[in-house]
């Protein structure tokens, strides 16, 4: 069964730093995994996602994530962080059919 | 820009009542999905539909049913709300059958059953 974990609940890291947000997968073939991005009371907006190729993947607002296929993870990173970044990221792997399985999430915190 | 829109925002309701919430997109989409989102849980699919009139059952189906009579609009149907359905409700849409495609989301629905 295909499934992913976000080991941190919450990430904290000041403004102006590299931040980033770990996910692990666990897939039976070729995994395509997303990232996903909530602010607060909003629905969730497509940041990027791995279908294949390079393993480092560009995507929405400076983010990007590295896949990495030994160790099983997608982390999602950003070079130097804002304020405007808090917010709950969600990572997510291809499920049957075209559904998607989310990940907890990780409340990323950013301090000015 | 893709939209999908949900009817409402914000939703109170009573123990044993019907729910319906209702989502539409704009792009043509083939694929409609609810899902539910509590703290801690993040978002399971309760059901999708990949076509009019067609559905498939998600991982938390129980207590929960759909409608998709048009290929724009999917609906979920709270037969009887219980408290345990308090929830943020999450609907997505996706272009094809291919793997990749990308969900897209609407705003959602917080429903509070008292």
């Known amino acids: 069964a295909q499934s992913v974990a976000q080991p941190e609940d919450q990430v904290n890291v000041a403004e102006g730093n590299p931040l980033t947000v770990k996910c692990t997968y666990s897939?039976?073939?070729?995994?395509?995994l997303f990232w996903y991005v909530q602010y607060p009371n909003r629905g969730l907006q497509f940041l990027l996602k791995?279908?294949?190729?390079?393993?480092l993947v560009k995507g929405s607002y400076g983010f990007e994530a590295e896949f990495n296929k030994s160790q099983t993870s997608f982390h999602l990173k950003k070079p130097s962080a804002l304020v405007s970044d808090s917010a709950l990221y969600f990572c997510a792997v291809h499920q049957a059919g075209t559904a998607l399985i989310f990940g907890k999430g990780t409340t990323l915190s950013v301090s000015s | 820009d893709v939209k999908v829109t949900q009817s409402s925002r914000y939703l109170v309701k009573r123990t044993g009542e019907k729910v319906f919430l209702e989502c539409v997109q704009d792009m043509d989409h083939e694929n409609m999905f609810w899902y539910r989102q509590d703290p801690g849980l993040g978002l399971r699919l309760i059901y999708f539909?990949?076509?009019?009139?067609?559905?498939e059952k998600g991982d938390i189906p129980e207590g929960y049913s759909v409608s998709r009579e048009k290929k724009e609009r999917f609906s979920l149907i709270l037969e009887s709300a219980s408290t345990n359905q308090t929830s943020m409700y999450l609907c997505?849409?996706?272009?094809?059958?291919?793997?990749?495609?990308?969900?897209?989301f609407g705003p959602g629905t917080r429903l509070t059953v008292l």
């Open positions: 897939v039976s073939g070729n995994p395509y």
């Open positions: 997505a849409s996706s272009g094809g059958g291919s793997r990749t495609d990308t969900q897209y």
């Open positions: 539909s990949y076509d009019v009139k067609m559905k």
């Open positions: 791995y279908i294949t190729g390079d393993n």
